[in-house]
């Protein structure tokens, strides 16, 4: 299994055998400025070989009902939204959360531009089933799919709690 690792601000990332337990200090740099999922063999003194992929986001990404999404979790978060300043609204599915945004997938294609700004509402699928309601930002479009960032991030709030889990 391939470890993901955050880059941060500098050009060193630590990574640890899943072995042993060892850490080891690489040196990033050269790949920093490169467009595409980076995964590097590493080998550590024990003699155990593994992969780790470095991650570019700020922030820890929670999938939900993809394949593929950052951790597979077979469970759907339905919800709304509605673009402010204009009479569109319609259905959407929260595929991943992180703590800046979300990426959603509406159920008919819209003519969403970065910059839009809308106001989505969904339950987690915690023991409360926590109401979100929020007004995002819209950043990215491909086809249904819609990356967005939430116009503010509260500290303390259930989605925070909920992204601990």
């Keep these: 299994m391939t470890q993901k690792i955050y880059i941060n601000g500098n050009s060193t990332v630590v990574v640890i055998c899943p072995q042993c337990h060892k850490n080891k200090i690489l040196d990033i740099s050269e790949y920093k400025k490169v467009d595409k999922i980076i995964v590097i063999e590493c080998r550590c003194e024990c003699g155990h070989h593994y992969a780790v992929m470095l991650e570019r986001r700020k922030f820890y990404r929670k999938g939900t009902d993809l394949p593929g999404a950052y951790i597979y979790k077979k469970t759907d978060l339905p919800g709304t ?14 595929t991943n959360i992180s703590r800046s945004g979300l990426k959603i997938r509406v159920n008919v294609a819209r003519n969403f531009q970065p910059g839009d700004r809308l106001r989505v509402e969904f339950n987690l699928d915690d ?13 990215n479009i491909h086809k249904r799919f819609i990356g967005v960032e939430f116009d503010t991030i509260e500290r303390f709030d259930k989605l925070g709690a909920y992204l601990l889990k």
């Design 127 to 139: 023991r409360g089933r926590s109401p979100i309601k929020k007004f995002v930002i819209v950043r």
């Design 81 to 94: 939204y509605t673009r402010e300043g204009k009479d569109d609204r319609g259905l959407m599915t929260v």
